[in-house]
């Protein structure tokens, strides 16, 4: 019985620990900003030694200032600064820019977010999308320092400074886009205006023809504005109702991802537990099995405790919950009960 009961804690601490993960996740809303607050005391002062992976060939290895993230100055805010160790590869010329002592990757040339990729057994590393003035389009590793005895850049710093790059290059790109648009829009402005100028410098009858020329253009693009919207709306229409398709999916992606891992988890304990166990007597195990369990309610406990502080309006539904597992081994109605509170139901 205890044996069963163990297993059953070992689910649900599981199952807790992504309920948990949900309602931090839903609490701080900003937690880049927060990480930022915390994480700048201990490493950003650090420069990160780095190799650079430019289309699977090696271009050397240098540095970035962490810093220059977390509180860009100057031109620090026009792409991630790099300080090389040797000269700069042909290949690197062509997406870098040189600034004084660094090159630098522009935000602007940035695809997509970058991602943060902790492979087993192997450097961690940044995986970046960029897209050259020649629409042709790279990809580039930052493999981050690795070593067998220490950690240089954990998980969280490494997730900090992931999103710090691509807040950075969504801020650039926003500007850019901005710039653009107002001088876009000055420029036609410009070249209206200069016509009306030029006409009325000559004579009366040559401003009002200009006048009245502006006058029959305006009713033209009047209807292009009324047929690009009724074209705009179809297939905003359409686009909608991808996004709520994909949105969908990515949620079901989501869910048998963290099944997939939590279930891992778990036959990895079973594993482990049938090899630990095997050829024992059971009156052999009972101490052992005793600590263990004690040790699991203990954590499932504190789990369930650390949601009820964050949902403090859901006490009692967590307390029945606890009782579905402790008092009734019942993993079922443990389940609904969670997820009902996480839910909102």
Known sequence: MKFFSLFLLIIAISILTVSLRKV?????KDQTTLNAEVSTKSFAL?????SI???GKDNGTGSFSVNSLIKP????????MFKLEKEPTEDMKKLFVPKEDYYYLPYRSISEDILYVNPFGKPKRFEITVTNDKQEIHYIRIILPYADTHTFINDEEANLLRGLINDLRVKMQARLNNYKKNAGVEASHYINVKPLLNNANKSEEAFRETVKISESESEALAVIIQNDTEAYNEVKSKYDQIEKEYTELRNKLCALNEKISDTKNLRLFKDSSAKKFKGQKAEAVKSTLSQDLEKYENEFNNALAKITANIPSKSTDLEEARKQILENLNLEKYMKIVEGVYSGN
Request: avoid cysteine.
């Open 24 to 28: 931090i996740k839903k609490v701080k």
């Open 46 to 50: 650090k420069d990160y030694g780095i």
């Open 53 to 55: 992976i430019i289309d």
């Open 73 to 80: 100055k100057g031109d620090e805010i026009l792409g991630l």
